[in-house]
């Protein structure tokens, strides 16, 4: 299949790019690592009339500290940041994570941005933002706002920015003393999972939770903060008790749809299972954690 006819611009700047966006709004659309959105034009499910290829705006390529912060541009390519060893201090929850996401031919191309504006339910990235309450910085001609991940995702790929806004920067908080954990099942490796769990918790001095960011992907329209489950666990030890009754609030509290590789109920299930080992693993009960 080949895309319908559009307008290709390839803007230099972030302005140019901006002032792209500002003149055609919701005829156009960014173009960045292209992993979703060629497929979507080439199947003709998206018909974007002009396309605004970001591929020279080196303004978006940064990664580093700023206030206590990582801050990640959005056109950071994916494997790029898988490898980025400040990344991997940072926020080791995002080169766990990005291990998952398709190929590795894809996250060649595939952004950070990309994957956060595309807004995939079952994409590993806004699970990631979502439990490690990052905050996403967009920008339009009249200026920046800043989007807190629990409210940018706000359906099966529908987030909060508007036509002329671009996803700019993401920022992460870093917390030196939390400890992370990202697990998914899917069919085969590379497959977008059947269901998955990012977990970043903070315990205090005598081994109880204060502080958990838990969120789920597939396991409804958009990524889940999980936070029947987190309200579970902070405060207690990680105690295989607590780890269960999360387990269990977690399955209570995502709606999941059936499609052919996982019913509705196995989906529930398997979040309640990959969250109690995700526990485990932050909780130094298991050998295979990410902690930092
Ligand atoms: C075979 C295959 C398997 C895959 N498996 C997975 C997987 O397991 N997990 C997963 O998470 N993803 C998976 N992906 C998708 C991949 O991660 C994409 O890279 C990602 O979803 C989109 O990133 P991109 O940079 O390619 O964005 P593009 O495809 O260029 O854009 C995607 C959407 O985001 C918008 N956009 C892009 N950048 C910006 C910006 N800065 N500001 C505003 N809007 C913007 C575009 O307009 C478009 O609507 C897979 C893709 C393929 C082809």
Do not use: W
């Not at 990631?128 to 920046?144: C, E």
């Amino acid at each position: 299949m080949k895309p319908p006819p559009f307008l290709y611009c390839r803007p230099a700047t972030l302005d140019g790019a901006l002032s792209l966006l500002a003149e055609h709004g919701d005829e156009a659309k960014a173009l960045a690592g292209g992993q979703s959105l060629m497929p979507l034009m080439n199947f003709r499910l998206a018909r974007p009339s002009v396309l605004v290829d970001l591929a020279l705006v080196e303004e978006l390529r940064g990664t580093g500290r700023r206030d206590g912060e990582l801050v990640v541009g959005a056109m950071v390519v994916q494997r790029r940041a898988e490898r980025d060893a400040d990344v991997a201090a940072a926020r080791p929850l995002i080169p766990a994570a990005l291990r998952h996401v398709g190929h590795l031919q894809i996250r060649n191309r595939g952004t950070i941005g990309g994957s956060l504006a595309h807004a995939d339910p079952a994409a590993e990235l806004p699970a990631v933002a979502l439990a490690s309450g990052a905050t996403m910085v967009a920008r339009s001609a009249r200026g920046d706002r800043a989007i807190p991940a629990a409210q940018f995702f706000q359906g099966p790929f529908m987030t909060a920015l508007e036509p002329e806004e671009l996803l700019v920067e993401v920022r992460f908080p870093v917390r030196g003393a939390s400890r992370t954990a990202f697990l998914e099942l899917a069919r085969r490796s590379g497959d977008f999972a059947m269901a998955g769990v990012a977990a970043v918790v903070t315990l205090d001095g005598l081994e109880r939770v204060a502080e958990a960011g838990l969120a789920g992907l597939g396991v409804g329209v958009t990524p889940i903060r999980l936070a029947s489950a987190e309200a579970t666990i902070v405060g207690r030890e990680l105690t295989e008790e607590a780890i269960a009754a999360a387990s269990a609030a977690a399955s209570a509290e995502v709606a999941p749809m059936t499609d052919v590789h996982a019913d509705e109920k196995y989906r529930r299930h398997l979040l309640g299972v990959l969250l109690g080992r995700a526990l485990r693993q932050v909780g130094g009960k298991s050998t295979q954690g990410t902690a930092a």
